[in-house]
């Protein structure tokens, strides 16, 4: 059975994380293939890691189960199996205590309406557990005032048991089925705690014990949910419906996710992009910061293209839809950072890995505290139970536990904020770690749009228009940015250049491209091709270093027989590449340059931003074998590049950053972090949110182990009572979970 780890969301519950039972694998989770035979069901009992192992451990007897896979954050599980397996499932999962009702399909917004069945407990919970508190509180009045004797101790009785009733009914079958499988968490803890504050006759502390448990649980479920709803909360910047144009000519106003793929829909200034297009008509502004991060509205007109979720600022659109509303690069953001929450970071692993011997401990100091001390410090045996209990209440790990997540999640919703995709917890922990960055000339350090500076024949007797025509012809047939340029430049400035087909054409990465012309065959060819075909000539090489000392990216149009002219190509560097690597020099980062451009030419370039280490005249491979050089000089590395020809070199360094992809499919596979536009100084920006949570994070563990250690303390040789040990949990997970939540106040510079 392929049951797998892909939890994407932490828990909306107080209930601790995998270290109050069943601790969690420390590999990273891989998400299941459910495919769409997967049904769907909601667990709204279902609050934390601990229960989803609980119904992972039932359903691993059963054959039939394709995949697994759970929402925490939505309490969803979706099955992928056979009717007969289907149905011991689910008989499996309501045997051990839960109860899975099924879920629709997505509703006709596109959306899952599991987004919108979400439970909200603080209306529906908070009266109830108010009441818990003031009758709670009723009882300690009780127990103060009143005289001695059996009408108010039944009264206080009353009172405390009413009280636990209104307030625990929830923990103490969540603690019972907990206890059943052999889990210590906090549930289990609670209810054997508040049943023997009970049962020895400390009827006002258990009730008292038990509301303010509740009421903390319920306001710590409020705060992470404010972590998920980060993310969330980025699906709702695209509007439901959009204005599509009818056959007959018409505009009808209709749900988003029904708009077909080319169809055209038009929108007004103010107005938000629906879906994803290419503008027909229309020139405006278009605010991308939801999606990229960019600080300024950029201009956009007929052939650009406009993202779901952006803002019309200035004039009317029409534009041709290209994605459906569920592939939508918003859509694809927030599925790739839901993915990313269910990659445990290493600080994660290490509390999981505490918590679980941490929790057995401190349950055996428990116990030694209730069956010893009577012997060794002369207590009653009342007095031993009631510190035992306490220290119960103390034990479970859930500000330790639940701090990581939160913190993780609200690091990974700031960076989409800022149109930084981080692909899991690891990267975005692991970025302050780095220690050279490896980037890309042409896109990343530069604008990425050359324009032809010069084209020069080599014979000044050759007809330029026919060199011109066979160098239009080759270049055309490429995308690569240096071809496009040169197609571009000879079709605006030779008029006469005519474009002619070109037979048995081919590319040649890091070199080039060649093809058959008139039954001829030609290349247009980097410095190292030629080399390698043996034409470079004295007089190449002088004219070759004239444009290189410029700044110039040269391509020559050679024939079997020789080199014919050359294409001098500038790319100006971007205004933001030289702030960009200060700030990551200011970090302790090493910034080098790795290009297959030739090595004047990639000097010229880094000396205007900055960088005195380059590498010039890579290929693919070699860019490869830098960063592994890299990594043995400097340590963790990172390599920065488009996400697609830069491929290899992405995987091997400690962490790959794809430049300017938004709605590049490919570049979201191939990179762990993804800028969504090209701004170079999303780099340090990165590397700065990565030091700040690592802060925060060690900020909650100290937190909530230094309380409880305190408390600990306190109840073993002091006089700390139930509800101070309530006190001491809950408010030092609260403590952890808003100091976790901080992080989601870093917004984009306008």
């Known amino acids: 059975m392929d049951i797998q780890n892909a939890s994407t969301v932490t828990s909306g519950n107080a209930c601790c994380g995998s270290a109050c039972g069943a601790t969690a694998p420390a590999s990273s989770p891989q998400v299941a293939n459910l495919g769409g035979s997967a049904q769907r069901f909601r667990i709204s009992t279902m609050d934390c890691a601990s229960e989803e192992s609980e119904i992972r451990r039932a359903l691993e007897p059963i054959s039939g189960i394709d995949a697994l896979r759970f929402d925490l954050g939505q309490r969803v599980m979706s099955l992928s199996a056979g009717p007969a397996a289907l149905e011991a499932a689910l008989a499996a999962v309501r045997k051990i205590g ?376 080759l270049a055309s047939r490429s995308d690569h940015p240096v071809s496009s340029a040169i197609a571009q430049g000879l079709q605006a400035g030779d008029s006469s250049a005519v474009q002619r087909e070109v037979d048995d054409f081919a590319a040649e990465p890091g070199r080039g491209v060649q093809g058959r012309i008139d039954g001829a065959a030609y290349v247009l060819a980097n410095h190292r091709w030629i080399e390698e075909r043996g034409q470079c000539t004295p007089e190449i090489e002088t004219r070759l270093r004239a444009h290189e000392r410029a700044g110039r990216t040269v391509t020559l149009l050679a024939s079997e027989h020789g080199v014919l002219a050359l294409c001098a190509v500038a790319d100006t560097i971007k205004a933001s590449s030289q702030k960009a690597v200060a700030e990551l020099k200011a970090l302790g980062v090493t910034p080098i340059m790795l290009t297959g451009d030739n090595q004047a030419t990639a000097e010229a370039i880094a000396a205007q931003a900055g960088i005195t280490e380059v590498r010039g005249n890579l290929l693919p491979e070699e860019k490869l074998a830098a960063i592994q050089a890299m990594q043995a000089a400097h340590g963790p590395t990172a390599m920065t590049g488009d996400g697609i020809n830069d491929a290899p070199a992405l995987a091997q360094a400690d962490i790959g950053f794809a430049m300017g992809a938004a709605g590049t499919h490919t570049a979201m596979e191939a990179a762990d972090v993804v800028v969504m536009n090209d701004d170079l100084r999303r780099l340090p920006e990165t590397i700065r949110l990565s030091q700040r949570t690592h802060s925060v994070l060690w900020q909650n563990i100290s937190l909530a182990l230094g309380i409880k250690f305190v408390f600990l303390i306190a109840a073993v040789i002091g006089d700390a009572s139930m509800w101070m040990a309530v006190f001491a949990d809950m408010g030092a997970s609260l403590l952890v979970v808003f100091n976790g939540l901080r992080l989601l106040r870093v917004r984009a510079p306008r």
């Open 98 to 473: 839960f109860d899975p009702l099924p879920l629709d399909r997505p509703s006709a917004d596109g959306q899952d309406d599991s987004d919108h069945a979400a439970p909200e407990p603080l209306k529906s919970e908070l009266p109830k557990l108010v009441l818990a508190l003031a009758l709670a509180i009723a009882a300690e009045g009780v127990f103060f005032l009143a005289a001695d004797g059996l009408p108010a101790r039944v009264a206080e009785m009353a009172l405390a048991g009413l009280a636990i009733a209104l307030a625990g009914f929830s923990t103490y079958k969540k603690g019972l089925m907990a206890l059943k499988a052999g889990r210590l968490n906090i549930n289990g803890l609670m209810a054997v705690a508040v049943t023997g504050a009970f049962l020895i006759g400390q009827w006002p502390e258990a009730a008292m014990v038990m509301a303010l448990y509740a009421i903390a649980e319920l306001i710590e479920a409020r705060a992470v949910d404010r972590a998920r709803n980060a993310i969330k909360s980025l699906l709702a910047m695209a509007p439901e419906e959009a204005e599509v144009r009818q056959d007959d000519g018409t505009w009808v106003r209709q749900l988003t996710a029904s708009v077909a793929v080319g169809a055209t829909v038009r929108i007004r200034p103010g107005e938000r992009v629906p879906l994803d297009g290419v503008i027909l008509t229309g020139t405006s502004a278009i605010d991308q910061a939801p999606v990229t991060g960019e600080s300024m509205p950029i201009d956009k007109g007929p052939g650009d293209e406009v993202y779901a979720g952006t803002i019309n600022q200035v004039a009317a659109l029409e534009f041709r839809v290209t994605a459906p509303a569920s592939d939508s690069t918003l859509a694809r953001i927030i599925h790739a950072v839901e993915q990313a929450q269910g990659s445990r970071a290493p600080t994660q692993r290490f509390v999981d890995r505490f918590a679980a011997i941490y929790t057995p401990a401190v349950f055996v100091l428990a116990l030694a505290v209730a069956l010893l001390t009577p012997w060794l410090m002369g207590w009653t045996w009342m007095q031993a139970l009631y510190k035992a209990l306490v220290l119960l209440v103390i034990a479970c790990p859930c500000a330790l536990v639940i701090s990581t997540p939160v913190t993780v999640v609200s690091g990974l919703a700031a960076a989409a904020r800022r149109g930084i995709l981080i692909k899991g917890g690891v990267y975005l922990e692991d970025a302050r770690k780095l220690k050279a960055v490896a980037l890309d000339k042409t896109g990343t350090i530069t604008e990425g749009k050359p324009r032809l500076m010069e084209f020069e024949p080599v014979d000044s007797a050759t007809d330029r228009a026919q060199l011109a025509s066979l160098a239009l012809s």
